[in-house]
């Protein structure tokens, strides 16, 4: 267990070797960073007080949390909200931009790059929202290259050769990268890894789901890479799909996203899974699909 033991007169952190190989293994320096600080704590803090005792955005520090959460060394607490990016957008001043400008050397590289990556120069607004991805969420200048890199690529391959984002996109995607922990090449670099990968899969989801072969705008890639992260196969996304159609009578996202959790916590995840499933019956005795829907409050 983590603690404090007293040498001298001066109090020191102990954590179990467990404790140290779990922050190892997971390779988030924010984590074992936030982790060291709450076991400094001698009481409870706000998150807020938490974010500020770090320099961090609020963002950032539930990111870390989250990252806690995740390894078990943190309890998960039901009623606590994920903040969005609306929650804490600061404006920067012109002195402040300027002042970025001329004494930070990475952010005033970072602006011509990310000038030429969109074939703009930009104006006070867009340099406000790159401020703000650089000073507020704290993520470094070379995440937010790959990240305008990642976004400019998406637009081409939704919308065609030429195609740009705008910086709020962006801002919405690096916001998002901030709420997953990515801080850093490294993370960076597995998540655009493992997108790439993911996306190849999405075509069969999209005919499963009626939408033909256009490719998913954002929200419906977020949906769709879950469910191939929960281990669905399109099969299964296809029954989930007919569900939705027969209660709903068109294709309602976040209904069929509660189906398809709740199969999840079934351990549902093929076509075949779910027929011998929902023969046997829920797991936890919740309601069948054809019962009363009350059960999908608890996914909505």
């Not at 988030?28 to 938490?50: F, H, K, N, V, W």
């Not at 402040?96 to 400008?101: I, P, T, V």
């Not at 790159?130 to 470094?140: C, K, N, S, V």
Request: hydrophobic residues 35%; contains cysteine; glycine residues 8%.
């Amino acid at each position: 267990m983590a603690g404090y033991i007293t040498r001298g007169q001066e109090k020191s952190v102990v954590l179990s070797a467990s404790q140290v190989d779990t922050l190892v293994n997971a390779g988030s320096g924010d984590a074992a960073l936030l982790y060291l600080l709450l076991q400094r704590l001698d009481g409870p803090i706000t998150p807020e007080a938490l974010a500020q005792r770090l320099h961090w955005s609020l963002l950032r520090c539930n990111a870390a949390e989250s990252a806690l959460q995740d390894m078990g060394l943190l309890q998960r607490s039901a009623d606590r909200r994920v903040p969005e990016p609306a929650d804490e957008r600061r404006a920067y001043s012109a002195e402040e931009l300027a002042d970025l400008l001329e004494n930070d050397a990475g952010f005033r590289m970072l602006v011509p790059q990310t000038e030429e990556k969109l074939g703009k120069k930009l104006k006070t607004a867009d340099l406000q929202i790159l401020a703000g991805l650089y000073d507020d969420l704290g993520l470094p200048v070379d995440v937010i290259y790959l990240l305008v890199c990642h976004c400019t690529e998406r637009a081409q391959q939704r919308f065609g050769p030429g195609r740009r984002p705008t910086l709020r996109q962006i801002e919405k995607e690096g916001a998002y990268w901030a709420r997953l922990g990515i801080c850093d090449q490294d993370s960076a670099g597995r998540y655009l890894s493992d997108y790439a990968r993911k996306r190849e899969k999405t075509a069969a989801y999209m005919q499963a789901l009626q939408l033909g072969t256009r490719p998913p705008v954002d929200s419906e890639q977020r949906y769709i890479l879950d469910w191939i992260d929960m281990g669905f196969t399109p099969e299964a996304v296809a029954l989930a799909y007919d569900k939705t159609v027969f209660y709903k009578k068109e294709l309602n996202w976040r209904y069929l996203n509660g189906i398809l959790r709740r199969w999840h916590q079934q351990g549902w995840h093929t076509a075949e899974e779910v027929a011998a499933g929902e023969r046997r019956g829920p797991k936890n005795g919740g309601k069948p699909d054809g019962g009363k829907t009350d059960w999908m409050d608890e996914y909505l």
